[in-house]
């Protein structure tokens, strides 16, 4: 990939341009292209980008849920992002990615809603702490895929348990994936970063069966647990990312997933709803 | 609570008149009233029963999720349901509900976004068995509530572990709560009695502080894995729900839920995001 600025990869996907309140310009970009359409990880995140950027917002980003109803092609998008309802400490958000379709109307693609809040200290605790692994440098990178899924190479993986299957032969046991992941090259954490490494594990039906099967994500929400301190603490530093389905049926199948920064805070919960084929 | 039909107290209160495609008039049910606004469980199949009735549905619930930005007051109120994009096996729906507010303005009270699909058989597994439990019979019924929650009269609740605490001394240590439960009077299941049943067990932060502080849901998402015909079959019988909290931080928390019937057969997963004070 080639950049024609000075800004990280995700700054540049990231753009977006005000043409009205709540109506935002962007284009897809090439670096984070997956197989018929952007990564889903980045259109999440171009969506909270549109909230992050909203003159009218209040507070930080608490749910959000992305709703995936047709590819994106490659080009120019446009996001809507209307707060629809403001109460004292929260405010409730809906979304929209349009795009011209073939016969230039504009068309939905994404769909979503949001719940941003003034958030206070208050009593807190964790119910599911970090897995006891080894630090980051203890696992080796996977290498950059050349010519394969361009995305990919937009983060640093390294995988603990449960990365992509060797072999295809059908031998899968089980669906639990852990993995050390940041941004590549490294960049501060901030909220559009964490939702899309929220979406970063590969379909938990691939490693359940040991099958390359066609799947992608029909929907996906994500918890935010850290404030933007608590992001900024993290820095360039690892999130802990670990996946895990619940239930495979009739061509659709669920995961949970727990991201902790090497802290061992809890930074986001996310869970999503994939179709897989056969 | 006395009534003045012959239906299933769930299916009056999911009683929606039709005033133009996609337009639907409503009327909250003192049934299931909890205590400043209607039990969250009942507005989320409220909104999934708008999609049931549109005629322009394809296939059945996928997954759903709803935003409580306001409670609803007693009375009338709207519900707007759109299918923004259907393709060949999933149909991509925006939702709300609408109440006129003190001023005769129409607020928006709740959001949110569901999608429904044509499944076909697949491959199919279960990541998470249901746990091992002695059957309904073997566990005492919660005695009716009077004077208390009036929704809490239209369920009924079996604990098994993790109930609400008999002494609010402090002492909570974790946040898992298992019960079997189905509707009272019992009530064939569907995907709109599903969808309640998903948000039936009470602030985790509650069992895990044994604290009876202020809590409500901001959010919540539901994953449907069961067909039509699964949940036929269920019938009257009672379903296994088990939650558990994940993250409590700075006025909200976490929690996931599975929901299986007797058969031990995963009917729905479920997640939300939940306010807090204190």
């Known amino acids: 990939m080639t950049s024609s600025s000075h800004l990280h990869p995700l700054d540049e996907a990231l753009q977006l341009a005000a043409s009205a309140p709540g109506q935002y310009q962007g284009q897809t970009h090439p670096g984070y292209w997956n197989m018929v359409g952007p990564f889903g990880g980045i259109t999440a995140a171009t969506l909270l980008q549109a909230v992050m950027q909203h003159p009218d917002r209040l507070g930080e980003p608490l749910s959000l849920t992305v709703n995936y109803a047709g590819a994106l092609a490659a080009g120019p998008f446009s996001v809507q992002a209307t707060p629809v309802r ?6 409730h958000w809906t979304l929209s990615i349009l795009q011209a379709g073939a016969d230039g109307a504009q068309v939905v693609t994404t769909t979503a809603t949001a719940v941003t809040a003034a958030r206070r200290e208050t009593w807190s605790v964790s119910d599911l702490p970090m897995p006891s692994v080894q630090p980051p440098a203890q696992h080796a990178t996977v290498p950059p895929q050349v010519g394969t899924i361009e995305w990919l190479n937009r983060y640093e993986m390294r995988p603990i348990a449960g990365f992509i299957p060797e072999a295809w032969d059908g031998s899968g046991d089980h669906s639990l994936s852990q993995l050390w992941m940041r941004d590549a090259p490294p960049r501060p ?10 979406d970063l594990f590969f379909p938990r039906v691939w490693l359940r069966r040991a099958r390359h099967v066609p799947a992608g994500t029909v929907s996906i929400t994500v918890y935010f647990h850290a404030s933007s301190a608590q992001l900024q603490a993290t820095g360039t530093g690892y999130l802990l990312g670990q996946a895990r389905g619940q239930e495979f049926r009739n061509g ?3 995961q949970t997933v727990q991201l902790w920064n090497e802290a061992g805070l809890m930074l986001a919960t ?3 709803i994939v179709y897989f084929k056969e």
């Open 86 to 91: 403001t109460n004292r400490s929260t405010q």
């Open 189 to 198: 954490l901030d909220f559009c970063a964490l939702a899309a490494l929220a």
């Open 252 to 254: 659709f199948f669920d």
């Open 270 to 272: 996310s869970h999503q």
